[in-house]
């Protein structure tokens, strides 16, 4: 007879899942209305060059997300990725998420910081394309993982 081995579950909590889905939904909407401001309403109105005044808005939004992501993340991080990575499960999209929210992480930092036109237009577009790649990394790291979980509970049940 084969004896059941028992792994703990490393499956998000539901109200980290909750956070991390809503912290998520608000980056990308927030990085989608500042790009949509700044490259196609850029310079329409009374004042031909200015800045969209939505702009503001929006990076005002996207950081305070930012800011909650980055926390939900951390809680992620010290269950999840190591119950995950433990039992050598969904790592290569887990990896995927992972390296793609440091990218965002440092390329934001940059943003902030430097003041440098060139870099910060380098720095601006690197930012928003890894930020695009993330909004398919997290949904197929989801998908991938609970296919999983359904294969595992067929295999059991």
Not at 52 to 59: A, T
Request: aromatic share 10%.
């Amino acid at each position: 007879m084969r004896r059941h081995v028992h792994r703990p579950s490393f499956k998000l909590r539901p109200n980290h899942r909750r956070w991390l889905y809503v912290c998520s939904a608000l980056l990308l909407t927030s990085g989608a209305g500042w790009l949509v401001a700044h490259y196609l309403l850029h310079g329409r109105g009374d004042f031909p060059g200015a800045p969209h005044p939505s702009e503001v808005w929006w990076l005002r939004l996207h950081g305070a997300a930012a800011m909650g992501f980055l926390v939900t993340f951390g809680m992620v991080l010290t269950h999840h990725v190591r119950s995950g990575w433990r039992q050598h499960v969904n790592r290569t999209s887990g990896v995927v998420n992972i390296v793609t929210i440091c990218a965002l992480a440092v390329s934001a930092y940059g943003l902030y910081y430097i003041v440098d036109d060139r870099a910060r237009a380098y720095i601006s577009i690197t930012h928003w394309v890894v930020g695009l790649v993330a909004a398919v990394a997290l949904p197929v790291h989801v998908v991938l993982g609970r296919r999983l979980a359904a294969t595992r509970n067929n295999v059991r049940g």
